[in-house]
């Protein structure tokens, strides 16, 4: 899984406004093709400012950036709630490393025996 984190900013005359996450979410969930592969939307919002973390499923991280951008696109191309604001700032990288104890991890299984 990949996360990207986007900013998005309000326009002079928003400057004020704050947006509901679920809101937001719900746009973005909207907006979104399955080809992006979102997983998951995490939201936090400041007077003029959105915060979006954009979880995406096993993409490269190049293609988990440019899915997370075009569905912040598309969602600000159609949602009225997100008229008069833009992406200011997109920054993608892996998950956080696997904390799980190497003895919880999943395994794949042992491969199946070769013919008769």
């Given at each position: 899984?990949?996360?990207?984190?986007?900013?998005?900013?309000?326009?002079?005359?928003?400057?004020?406004?704050?947006?509901?996450?679920?809101?937001?979410?719900?746009?973005?969930?909207?907006a979104a093709d399955a080809e992006d592969r979102l997983e998951h939307i995490s939201t936090r919002s400041?007077?003029?400012?959105?915060?979006?973390?954009?979880?995406?499923?096993?993409?490269?991280?190049?293609?988990?950036?440019?899915?997370?951008?075009?569905?912040?696109?598309?969602?600000?191309?159609?949602?009225?709630?997100?008229?008069?604001?833009?992406?200011?700032?997109?920054?993608?990288?892996?998950?956080?490393?696997?904390?799980?104890?190497?003895?919880?991890?999943?395994?794949?299984?042992?491969?199946?025996?070769?013919?008769?």
């Amino acid at each position: 899984m990949q996360l990207t984190v986007i900013t998005l900013t309000a326009a002079e005359d928003r400057a004020r406004q704050v947006l509901d996450g679920a809101q937001v979410a719900a746009a973005m969930w909207a907006a979104a093709d399955a080809e992006d592969r979102l997983e998951h939307i995490s939201t936090r919002s400041v007077p003029g400012h959105f915060r979006l973390g954009i979880f995406t499923a096993a993409l490269p991280e190049h293609a988990a950036v440019a899915a997370a951008l075009g569905i912040c696109h598309r969602a600000l191309a159609t949602s009225p709630l997100l008229r008069g604001w833009s992406v200011a700032v997109a920054s993608g990288g892996p998950r956080p490393p696997d904390r799980t104890p190497a003895g919880l991890r999943a395994t794949p299984p042992p491969p199946a025996p070769e013919g008769p």
